[in-house]
């Protein structure tokens, strides 16, 4: 057995496990939380019910997903190793039509009530995942040709370990946040009396909490400081995690169009698992799932942006041209939040709390942000249909002029 062959035993040691580890974890959390949902249907017939159902089933096709991992993991470990695949059929392109059939149960389900608990979980794990099949279809067809195994091993670890990370690291941050938040707030907790209302339960209506926060968060500082750890800090730190998935072959070598397309894989598991969990029942579901799609290929152009900067990185031996890349790739996502925000923050505070004349600027406002949303999922869609086939021309352009050197 050569290194080579060694490296490969190890990494298919590593996706055996790890796709064990997750398919367990998947059918834990999706048995518990269907089992929830069950209890909750039978005591009160609650919506809350339609909810735990659609995290189970998400949970469901997480697991689903990691078979393919297993399977080849153990293949590898055979040492029954495949270094080329075929490139998908064009037939999956076509998955594509089904999403508005699956945007459309979701509305039975949850705008008008029918079966919500059957139609709902099939309604949102179809629309989650068309629009990742669609662009993982057209990119793989591109692009050169990958091995299946670390095309499911950059797709896993999009879809399990990349969130976790930014999960458990987001959740340390947000409470260092809230520690600086609460010492600069401090003397304007004790002044409005908000510790002692703690204290009498009674007077948490909702009129009462709503006013309290405003005036709380009415502060420029609170607000730069909650903005600059959405705008930034979140943007930042996620595009430097989704490239879990490449780090591991990095040893291996891989062109520019490899790089490329392993980063839009593991940004399609990072947007699946965000599609899965973000987008929940209720009338709002549509436009919801809608937005999550757009996100879905804006977290693909961006791994793969970063992806491409490490490979051109690895080529040239000068990292800048990563650091390059991956600040890009956090202004497209930054710009993607800020609309996202914009569009969320406004609609919310169009409903009860701003005066009429204000309005029409904030209609206009949120307007534009939803139009920056769909150009950014557009240009990124055609990012991805478009630039592998361009690495590809390039790379069998330069092998063309060596082999005639």
Same mark, same amino acid.
């Given at each position: 057995?050569?290194?080579?062959?060694?490296?490969?035993?190890?990494?298919?040691?590593?996706?055996?496990?790890?796709?064990?580890?997750?398919?367990?974890? &998947?059918?834990?959390?999706?048995?518990?939380?269907?089992?929830? *949902?069950?209890?909750?249907?039978?005591?009160?017939?609650?919506?809350?019910?339609?909810? %735990?159902?659609?995290?189970?089933?998400?949970?469901?096709?997480?697991?689903?997903?990691?078979?393919?991992?297993?399977?080849?993991?153990?293949?590898?470990?055979? *040492?029954?190793?495949?270094?080329?695949?075929?490139?998908?059929?064009?037939?999956?392109?076509?998955?594509?039509?089904?999403?508005?059939?699956? /945007?459309?149960?979701?509305?039975?389900?949850?705008?008008?009530?029918?079966?919500?608990?059957? /139609?709902?979980?099939?309604?949102?794990?179809?629309?989650?995942?068309?629009?990742?099949?669609?662009?993982?279809?057209?990119?793989?067809?591109? *692009?050169?040709?990958?091995?299946?195994?670390?095309?499911?091993?950059?797709?896993?670890?999009?879809?399990?370990?990349?969130?976790?990370?930014?999960?458990?690291?987001?959740?340390?941050?947000?409470?260092?946040?809230?520690?600086?938040?609460?010492?600069?707030?401090?003397?304007?907790?004790?002044?409005?009396?908000?510790?002692?209302?703690?204290?009498?339960?009674?007077?948490? %209506?909702?009129?009462?909490?709503?006013?309290?926060?405003?005036?709380?968060?009415?502060?420029?500082?609170?607000?730069? #400081?909650?903005?600059?750890?959405?705008?930034?800090?979140?943007?930042?730190?996620?595009?430097?995690?989704?490239?879990?998935?490449?780090?591991?072959?990095?040893?291996?070598?891989?062109?520019?169009?490899?790089?490329?397309?392993?980063?839009?894989?593991?940004?399609?598991?990072?947007?699946?698992?965000?599609?899965?969990?973000?987008?929940?029942?209720?009338?709002?579901?549509?436009?919801?799932?809608?937005? =999550? &799609?757009?996100?879905?290929?804006?977290?693909?152009?961006?791994?793969?942006? %970063?992806?491409?900067?490490?490979?051109?990185? =690895?080529?040239?031996? =000068?990292?800048?041209?990563?650091? =390059?890349?991956?600040?890009?790739?956090?202004?497209?996502?930054?710009?993607?939040?800020?609309?996202? #925000?914009?569009?969320?923050?406004?609609?919310?505070?169009?409903?009860?709390?701003?005066? #009429?004349?204000?309005?029409?600027?904030?209609?206009?406002?949120?307007?534009?942000?939803?139009?920056?949303?769909?150009?950014?999922?557009?240009?990124?869609? #055609?990012?991805?249909?478009?630039?592998?086939?361009?690495?590809?021309?390039?790379?069998?352009?330069?092998?063309?002029?060596?082999?005639?050197?």
């Amino acid at each position: 057995m050569n290194a080579s062959t060694g490296e490969r035993d190890q990494l298919s040691v590593f996706l055996l496990i790890a796709s064990i580890l997750a398919l367990v974890l &998947a059918i834990a959390g999706s048995m518990g939380m269907a089992l929830l *949902g069950i209890i909750t249907w039978f005591i009160d017939k609650s919506p809350a019910a339609s909810m %735990t159902l659609v995290i189970a089933a998400a949970f469901m096709a997480m697991g689903v997903c990691t078979i393919p991992g297993i399977y080849h993991g153990y293949q590898g470990l055979q *040492g029954r190793l495949q270094e080329q695949e075929d490139k998908p059929l064009r037939g999956w392109i076509y998955v594509s039509f089904l999403f508005p059939l699956a /945007l459309g149960l979701g509305y039975l389900a949850f705008n008008r009530g029918v079966l919500p608990a059957l /139609l709902g979980p099939l309604a949102h794990v179809s629309a989650a995942t068309i629009p990742v099949v669609f662009a993982l279809a057209i990119i793989l067809r591109k *692009g050169s040709p990958i091995s299946a195994k670390r095309i499911w091993g950059q797709f896993l670890a999009g879809l399990w370990a990349s969130p976790m990370v930014a999960f458990i690291v987001e959740i340390l941050a947000a409470l260092v946040l809230l520690v600086i938040v609460f010492a600069t707030l401090f003397q304007d907790i004790i002044s409005q009396g908000l510790i002692e209302d703690f204290t009498r339960p009674e007077q948490w %209506t909702e009129p009462y909490l709503v006013t309290k926060i405003q005036e709380l968060t009415n502060q420029p500082l609170i607000l730069i #400081l909650i903005m600059a750890f959405l705008i930034l800090f979140v943007p930042m730190l996620e595009e430097a995690i989704k490239t879990i998935g490449i780090w591991p072959v990095t040893r291996r070598g891989f062109t520019q169009s490899q790089a490329f397309i392993g980063g839009a894989i593991a940004g399609a598991g990072y947007g699946l698992f965000e599609a899965f969990f973000l987008g929940q029942p209720g009338v709002s579901w549509v436009p919801v799932m809608v937005a =999550r &799609a757009g996100a879905t290929m804006m977290h693909m152009i961006t791994t793969a942006l %970063t992806g491409l900067g490490i490979a051109r990185a =690895r080529e040239s031996g =000068r990292w800048s041209q990563a650091v =390059r890349y991956y600040f890009g790739a956090v202004f497209l996502h930054s710009l993607w939040n800020i609309s996202a #925000l914009g569009v969320g923050v406004i609609m919310l505070f169009q409903e009860d709390f701003t005066p #009429l004349d204000i309005q029409p600027d904030l209609s206009f406002i949120s307007g534009a942000a939803g139009v920056v949303l769909i150009a950014l999922s557009l240009a990124a869609f #055609l990012g991805l249909w478009l630039i592998p086939g361009k690495l590809l021309a390039n790379e069998e352009d330069l092998s063309t002029q060596m082999s005639e050197e």
